[in-house]
Structures are given as structure tokens and as C-alpha cells.
């Protein structure tokens, strides 16, 4: 089976960068001149360029699931307008990934999504942005 898959694609152009799973795609080049060693999620972002990347984001409160669902769809229709594209997935009564195909694109997402009334928290890489409007992010400052 194996040598008539490679019999079939023997005649094929290869594919074009952009075409390929993302698992085969090269690894964006990085101009480390551009980049401030001293704000390391701006290294981050740049690595995340073209890349799948997920972000959970909390709802603060108690919230049913149907309204965590729409308030996590207000906010993605708030990052469609601004020309980010995110899948959302409820995984939780209280939370929610958002997909990014340009994982770059998280960060500004997130600056979008912590200044929301009812965000908890965003999570990124492991790294916990509190909502401005939440208690942890009161008791930080």
C-alpha cells in the first residue's frame, strides 16, 4: 500500500511552504537585531509567528455554561473585527480556548481580552495574565 502511495505522488510538484501541515513548515526566521532581549514576550510572539496556538481564558463569576457561551462569543466577534482570527471552544462551565492560527496574534488578543469586564484570566504559554478587572489583578498592583 505504501509503494502505491509512493508510485501516486511520485508525479507530483512538490508542495508550496504555505501548503504544507504545519508540522513540515519551516521555522519563521527571526532578525535577532529587531528584537529587545529585554522583553521576552516579544521573543515569544516572533516565535509564535504562523504557528497554532491555544489561549484559555477564565470568566469570572459563577457563570452557567450558555453564558459563558455568550460571552466568550462576544469576544470573539470583538477579535474578528479587529482582524484576528480565533476558533473558540468551551471546555469548561467557566472557560474557554481560544485558537489562534497566527499564534503571534495571542498577545494582542490578550491586551483585548484582560481589559473585559468579566475576564478572569488569560492564560499563554503557561503564563497567567490576570483581567484588570478581577481580584488577583487588584491585589497586584
Not at 459563558?68 to 462551565?93: M, P
Request: aromatic fraction near 8%; hydrophobic fraction near 30%.
Amino acid at each position: 500500500m505504501e509503494r502505491l502511495l509512493d508510485q501516486w505522488e511520485e508525479d507530483e510538484e512538490p508542495l508550496e511552504e504555505d501548503e504544507l501541515p504545519e508540522h513540515l513548515r519551516p521555522m519563521p526566521k527571526l532578525d535577532m537585531n529587531n528584537l529587545d532581549p529585554n522583553n521576552p514576550e516579544g521573543l515569544l510572539q516572533a516565535t509564535k509567528k504562523g504557528r497554532t496556538l491555544m489561549t484559555f481564558v477564565q470568566v469570572s463569576g459563577n457563570p452557567a455554561r450558555d453564558e459563558t457561551e455568550e460571552i466568550t462569543k462576544l469576544w470573539q466577534t470583538g477579535l474578528w473585527n479587529s482582524h484576528i482570527q480565533a476558533e473558540r471552544y468551551l471546555v469548561d462551565d467557566n472557560r474557554a480556548i481560544f485558537l489562534f492560527k497566527d499564534g503571534s496574534q495571542a498577545w494582542t488578543a490578550k491586551e483585548y481580552l484582560v481589559e473585559q469586564e468579566r475576564c478572569e484570566s488569560v492564560t499563554i504559554e503557561s503564563k497567567v495574565y490576570h483581567g484588570k478587572h478581577s481580584a488577583k489583578y487588584k491585589e497586584e498592583l
